[in-house]
């Protein structure tokens, strides 16, 4: 079966500018979450999404929001992009049971170049 | 917050010897994720830790948790060069939701 798919795969913004990202996860998979990869801090979590609510969020400021459509693909928005911003941003899919974490399945991720 | 820590942040082995990256919470977990990230690529899901104390093998991998539920173990014997890449440890609080928090990783370096 596909595996989740992740557009755009490269992009480039200027500061100021805002970005939308989307993310289309396995079939039958109702949990979606997002992750931010940069080489200082690893893999920092932002937020996930489970049957079109936000069940989890990180640590990030407000200028980054998600949310999940009715088929369970997600978008997340960053608004004023920083420099700071710029990273591989990643989309994991799972079946999100209540009670239970499972696997994550990740896409290729989008890498972000803010000028 | 919770903090998930590895160590080595890097390591250089020659291939066939053997390799070990350990995964330290500060806070006691539900559940460990183990993950391997190749150069340029996503992380792969490797396997889920869940008992106390228990221990999994996947041919040259083993992997523990620890007794008290917050620190785990991945050792890999007789490292070969199909091993490089970085592994990420992945802890979930007793949340039952989808929140883990990934390790700062650990990049295998195998020279042949």
């Known amino acids: 079966k596909a595996g989740v798919t992740q557009t755009p795969r490269y992009l480039i913004k200027t500061r100021g500018q805002q970005v939308t990202l989307s993310c289309s996860p396995i079939?039958?998979?109702?949990?979606v979450s997002w992750y931010q990869q940069t080489p200082g801090q690893g893999l920092q979590f932002l937020f996930e999404?489970?049957?079109?609510?936000?069940?989890n969020k990180g640590n990030f400021p407000g200028r980054f929001s998600g949310r999940q459509f009715s088929n369970s693909r997600s978008e997340m928005n960053v608004s004023t992009l920083e420099l700071g911003d710029s990273a591989l941003y990643l989309c994991?899919?799972?079946?999100?049971?209540?009670?239970?974490?499972?696997?994550?399945?990740f896409g290729e991720g989008s890498r972000l170049t803010v000028l | 917050g919770q903090q998930v820590m590895q160590i080595p942040q890097y390591q250089h082995v020659q291939e066939g010897e053997d390799f070990t990256t350990y995964c330290n919470s500060s806070?006691?977990?539900?559940?460990i994720q183990w993950y391997k990230q190749r150069p340029g690529g996503h992380p792969v899901f490797l396997i889920q830790?869940?008992?106390?104390?228990e221990v999994k093998k996947q041919k040259r991998l083993t992997f523990q948790f620890g007794e008290a539920k917050k620190n785990s173990s991945l050792h890999i014997t007789a490292t070969q060069t199909t091993d490089v890449g970085t592994y990420f440890c992945?802890?979930?609080?007793?949340?039952?939701?989808?929140?883990?928090?990934f390790g700062t990783g650990t990049r295998l370096l195998v020279s042949p």
């Open positions: 806070t006691t977990l539900s559940n």
């Open positions: 079939s039958g998979h109702r949990s």
């Open positions: 994991a899919s799972s079946f999100g049971t209540s009670g239970t974490t499972g696997e994550l399945f």
């Open positions: 830790l869940v008992k106390s104390g």
């Open positions: 999404y489970f049957s079109e609510t936000q069940r």
């Open positions: 992945a802890g979930s609080q007793n949340t039952g939701f989808q929140k883990l928090v």
